[in-house]
């Protein structure tokens, strides 16, 4: 079969694809720009044989008016030993299924777009019916300032046909909205289009300035995509619209849809600017494993500090400051919006290091409730007898003055007006006198433990990394782990707070009661890359990021995920594992 669509990166649920035209197209993308005729998309340079052409399956024109009962219109090939068409299905959100097509085009997208609990419903319904490396064309519905919305939820092909007629009823479109063309002074886009005297400017060039307004708004979407911060980019955009904001949030509430597609590790920074960062799938992710997966070792009283703007926060001056009081006699953990509670061993841990969020000194009543209820879980899950709040007045107290009646640990409060003043320093110093400080050995090895905990499974680190069995070297943050014989097991990785495996910590981590994250091949020994038609299976729990076992009857190997894993499973191209390690059986 012709590769037609592969994806090549994702963020979240939207894609980075190659559409396989005789030029090709990077998605996602406007198809009317590559193509005379949307429906000749599917069409290849090859001489068909006599009447084949007849049994050829192209998109249509257009998508069915809104409300058309459309039944599935399933895909051929063309059969002929010599050419493999690429073929399309055009289907409704409410009857989608698998029909071994490259694309789907949604003939009811008219009648849900622009209603964020159907728009929400139709794609995931859609996407989750349909293979997960085919492409979502959504006809007669994009404009510049939504299609960063329809390809955050998983569209991966638009056209210019609404944005050309809106411009030909006399409606300019711009990435934040539509004016009357007629109300317009001057033409605030500097486009082909737009480089002619307002006066002269009519519905003809308003249409070709639409188009070009998508164009230009899908090449941001693309970079935004590469950069790993569509969300960032969502999250504001989607202010110029009310059913964009509610679609958005409305795709929130779809946490298994989203955090299933969301990276467990990433390069760029997460935004935090406003209250509805609290519930991106990696926030809750984060909350949810701290608060299920993470355990503490430390015997000592847990010490609640403010965070800071530099990460990671020991390397703030503030952060500094509390270290030299503590003295390593109690249990760090910082409290902060939007991640919640920030044990001092996951302070790496992705996206606590990566964050940046607006600091106005006031907190929302969303931001209180939500850090409450995680400090909430945090202290019912850890055992501690106290807990010193080192934190200012406000925001940081309301929250542990909320908690404080909930669970058993008293609290002590040391900060009389802020939290770096030589009286504050010294009362925190104080209520740790007589605690005893713990060693460096002992605190790399729960930092270990702590990360196998957050990235693998509960009770990953104790099956793993048992203190007698594990020596580390190295230093803070690159803790190298050891057996007692010498032989490297794993790496922490810096940039994301993770633990990365050679193949003898892999063969340890296989042999283990840890959670397994396995990825099974077929018969062939993996050469950079396992590629999406080699699995025969993965587990489900695979993240994109996550760092999984590769195991088959000729290799055996340790590498990090680049689809999640019913991805892998549905997928017949792309790169499924990025190996680091592979030995041969």
């Given amino acids: 079969m012709t590769e037609y669509f592969e994806v090549h990166g994702r963020d979240g649920a939207a894609r980075l694809g190659e559409l396989r035209l005789a030029d090709p197209v990077t998605t996602p993308a406007a198809v009317d720009d590559h193509v005379e005729d949307a429906g000749s998309l599917w069409a290849q340079e090859h001489e068909l044989p006599a009447g084949a052409e007849d049994r050829l399956t192209v998109l249509p024109h257009r998508a069915f008016p809104p409300g058309t009962r459309e039944p599935v219109r399933e ?48 794609i995931v319904r859609t996407r989750e019916a349909i293979p997960a490396d085919t492409a979502l064309y959504l006809s ?6 939504n299609v960063a919305t329809l390809v955050y939820a998983g569209v991966d092909l638009v056209d210019a046909k609404k944005a050309r007629v809106r411009g030909a009823e006399g409606f300019y479109l711009t990435s934040e909205g539509e004016r009357f063309l007629e109300d317009l002074r001057e033409l605030p886009c500097s486009c082909s289009a737009c480089q002619q005297p307002i006066e002269e400017f009519g519905p003809r060039d308003c249409a070709e300035h639409n188009a070009n307004a998508l164009r230009t708004e899908l090449r941001v979407v693309r970079e935004r995509i590469r950069e790993g911060r569509l969300r960032d980019y969502v999250e504001g955009q989607a202010r110029h619209e009310q ?50 997966r993470y355990e503490s070792e430390f015997d000592g009283p847990l010490v609640l500090v403010p965070c800071s703007a530099t990460k990671p926060y020991s390397e703030s001056q503030s952060h500094r400051q509390f270290h030299d009081a503590i003295q390593w006699r109690g249990h760090l953990a910082s409290m902060t919006s939007p991640i919640g509670v920030v044990p001092q061993e996951l302070e790496l841990t992705y996206p606590a290091q990566q964050y940046d969020t607006v600091v106005t000194g006031r907190w929302s009543a969303d931001e209180k409730e939500f850090v409450s209820e995680v400090l909430r879980r945090y202290l019912e899950r850890n055992a501690y007898d106290r807990v010193i709040a080192h934190v200012p007045p406000g925001g940081y107290t309301d929250i542990c003055e909320t908690v404080e009646p909930a669970v058993d640990a008293e609290f002590e ?45 509960e009770g990953a680190g104790a099956a793993l990394f048992p203190s007698d069995e594990i020596q580390t070297t190295s230093r803070y943050p690159k803790i190298q782990v050891r057996d007692t014989e010498g032989e490297q097991l794993a790496t922490m990785v810096p940039n994301y707070g993770v633990l990365s495996f050679t193949t003898a910590g892999a063969r340890k981590w296989a042999e283990s009661d840890a959670p397994s994250k396995v990825v099974e091949i077929d018969e062939f020994v993996p050469h950079g890359s396992v590629l999406a038609p080699g699995v025969v299976d993965a587990d489900e729990a695979i993240r994109t990021g996550d760092e999984v076992i590769v195991s088959g009857p000729k290799a055996f190997g340790v590498g990090r995920a680049s689809m999640f894993g019913s991805e892998m499973q549905e997928s017949t191209r792309g790169i499924a594992v990025e190996t680091r390690h592979v030995d041969e059986l």
């Fill in 75 to 122: 895909s051929f090939r063309v059969d002929h030993p010599d050419i493999d068409a690429p073929s399309a299905a055009v289907v409704s959100s409410e009857e989608a299924r698998n029909v071994g097509a490259d694309a789907y085009l949604l003939s009811d997208a008219n009648g849900f777009v622009g209603h964020a609990s159907a728009f929400t419903d139709a």
């Fill in 413 to 457: 409060y040391t900060v009389s007006d802020h939290p770096t003043t030589d009286e504050s320093l010294a009362a925190l110093s104080s209520a740790l006198e007589g605690e005893e400080a713990y060693q460096k050995r002992t605190r790399e090895h729960r930092i270990v433990r702590a990360m196998a905990d957050y990235q693998l499974g």
């Fill in 140 to 145: 007669g519905v994009a404009t510049p300032r």
């Fill in 243 to 292: 059913w964009l904001t509610a679609a958005f949030r409305e795709f929130d509430q779809q946490y298994s849809y989203v955090e299933e597609r969301a990276p467990v590790v990433r390069d760029s920074e997460l935004a935090a600017a406003s209250s509805d960062s609290l519930r991106r799938p990696e926030i809750q992710r984060f909350a949810e494993r701290v608060t299920e």
